[in-house]
């Protein structure tokens, strides 16, 4: 049974940085991907970045490149989304996912496992 645990979420003043985290049980390497999306109150889940586990790919939404950085430490079966320079726009509910197959995949519905999600406010 794979699950997805995130934590690292809190208040943080516009201009700062925040890690989040994500820690993953019950999968194989094999082709495993897994992503951060957001979601804001009243707007749909948005996709942020997401990373394939065997090798180093990554893939960022455009907006976020250059702000946020996603990485993975497989020994620690944890996955990791760095945000800095953080905006008031850039809070949500920041979510981890996780499929098998192509990674670079951007759609909510195609990942078959999510975790319960960690708010990250950004405000002064």
């Known amino acids: 049974q794979v699950q997805l645990v995130e934590s690292g979420g809190g208040l943080v003043q516009p201009g700062g940085s925040l890690r989040l985290s994500c820690v993953a049980s019950?999968?194989?390497?094999?082709?495993?991907?897994t992503g951060w999306f957001r979601q804001a109150p009243g707007k749909e889940r948005e996709f942020v970045a997401a990373i394939r586990w065997s090798g180093s790919s990554t893939y960022y939404a455009d907006s976020l490149k250059g702000r946020f950085t996603i990485s993975r430490d497989n020994a620690k079966n944890t996955m990791y989304l760095q945000m800095n320079s953080l905006k008031p726009e850039d809070t949500a509910v920041y979510y981890c996912?996780?499929?098998?197959?192509?990674?670079?995949?951007?759609?909510?519905?195609?990942?078959?496992?999510w975790g319960q999600g960690t708010q990250v406010t950004v405000s002064s």
């Open positions: 996912a996780g499929r098998w197959g192509t990674f670079w995949v951007t759609k909510p519905n195609e990942y078959a496992y």
């Open positions: 019950g999968f194989t390497l094999d082709d495993w991907a």
